[in-house]
């Protein structure tokens, strides 16, 4: 059972460059979420997805897009990267959303290096 | 701003001590989640609570309602308990993502 399966593990680009990072789960989970980790701050929600076919915006929400095309993948998108998006970048999954009467455990991935120059 | 405070921010413990380690937020909130985020950087959820305590293996996290307050002990600390150790919280009545604190960064020395 692989859980979250984030690729690529490390990634450099240049200013203007646009990548895709992928996430993929085998749970079953319908909700996942894509977030950044920054030096001396908090994770911080990037975009979040309800179920297959559906995203919406979380804190930090600018400069990335997000897809959901099938339940399992969650890909996060950065179509001119700025050195200002270097961070870590994980993904996560949870079987019930954390908006409603029931939270469930998240399960995360294991985090994609980026670095913007 | 709803905000989540971890303390200390750095621990350092000698093999067996027993480890606090402290989260307090400013206004209700409907559940508290501890995680744990490995040196090689994967994060493992550890508890999730919204009220008392529960207990897993060496691992304690309570949560006082009252007074806005959870803690997350560890009993018998061995080395490889060693890594940062992360609250977030939902607040009540928000749309329900989680507020993360910055973590406390543990080393269990042998």
């Known amino acids: 059972n692989a859980g979250v399966t984030q690729t690529p593990k490390f990634r450099v680009l240049k200013t203007g460059q646009s990548m895709t990072l992928l996430c993929a789960q085998d749970?079953?989970?319908?909700?996942m979420y894509w977030y950044r980790q920054d030096p001396g701050m908090g994770l911080r929600l990037i975009h979040y997805?309800?179920?297959?076919?559906?995203?919406a915006k979380g804190e930090v929400p600018d400069g990335y897009n997000v897809s959901r095309l099938k339940k399992q993948n969650f890909l996060l998108g950065l179509e001119s990267a700025a050195p200002s998006q270097t961070s870590v970048y994980f993904c996560?999954?949870?079987?019930?959303?954390?908006?409603?009467?029931?939270?469930?455990?998240?399960?995360f991935g294991n985090g994609t290096r980026l670095t913007v120059t | 701003k709803n905000e989540v405070e971890q303390s200390p921010q750095n621990l350092t413990a000698q093999e067996g001590e027993f480890i606090t380690i402290n989260c307090s937020y400013s206004?209700?909130?409907?559940?508290l989640h501890w995680l744990q985020q490995h040196p090689g950087g994967g994060i493992v959820s550890l508890f999730m609570?919204?009220?008392g305590k529960k207990k897993h293996g060496r691992l304690i996290a309570t949560i006082n309602i009252q007074e806005k307050h959870s803690s997350l002990h560890i009993t018998a600390s061995h080395p490889r308990d060693s890594a940062v150790y992360i609250c977030?919280?939902?607040?009540?009545?928000?749309?329900?993502?989680?507020?993360f604190g910055k973590g406390t960064k543990l080393s269990v020395k042998p």
């Open positions: 609570l919204s009220s």
């Open positions: 997805s309800v179920g297959e076919g559906t995203t």
């Open positions: 206004v209700g909130i409907s559940a």
């Open positions: 977030a919280v939902r607040y009540a009545g928000s749309q329900g993502n989680l507020i």
């Open positions: 749970m079953n989970h319908e909700y």
């Open positions: 996560a999954s949870s079987y019930a959303g954390l908006q409603g009467p029931v939270t469930t455990p998240l399960h």
